[in-house]
């Protein structure tokens, strides 16, 4: 469990439900995670959950039985994945590296991706990896800039031992 699901749990925890909700990655690219927490609780123990979300710095957006929770500033370091990086993050890593300086465009897109793909694991990553390496090559290409995603995404991680 990463530091940003631990959070979300806490603040869950703090809520009074019927059964503990549910808390899983969100489906939709724009948000994070996602919660049941409509389902499992009153509408007074809801919005009191959204108080708190917000006042942590959390956005969040109730669909009906859901609520879409997303940050802004995401870290590579708000995940705890063990090992090393496939060859596809290898690439991503370099392609920032050699573009260190240049101007960057809003990456919030690609941190919820990277984020998202570390939980699921390594091979998650990787497929994830592939499709931004193909994305940046071609903007490249084309003369665009790259996502100010930190370099953190893709090294520092815990090596196996």
């Not at 879409?68 to 708000?78: I, M, V």
């Not at 941190?111 to 592939?130: I, P, S």
Request: charge should be neutral; glycine fraction near 8%; charged fraction near 40%.
């Amino acid at each position: 469990m990463n530091k940003l699901r631990s959070e979300i749990q806490s603040l869950l925890s703090e809520t009074e439900c019927r059964r503990p909700p549910a808390l899983r990655r969100s489906r939709k690219e724009e948000w994070l995670y996602a919660t049941d927490l409509p389902k499992t609780a009153g509408k007074e123990a809801v919005s009191a959950f959204l108080e708190r979300a917000n006042e942590a710095g959390w956005i969040t957006e109730n669909e009906g039985d859901w609520i879409q929770l997303d940050r802004k500033g995401l870290t590579g370091n708000e995940t705890d994945a063990e090992g090393g990086i496939g060859p596809e993050a290898e690439c991503c890593l370099s392609l920032l590296l050699r573009h260190m300086n240049a101007e960057k465009r809003s990456a919030d897109r690609e941190k919820r991706m990277l984020l998202k793909a570390r939980e699921e694991g390594a091979d998650a990553f990787e497929k994830v990896c592939e499709r931004l390496h193909r994305e940046w090559a071609g903007a490249l290409r084309r003369g665009e800039k790259l996502p100010a995603v930190e370099t953190d995404f893709f090294i520092g991680r815990k090596e196996k031992c």
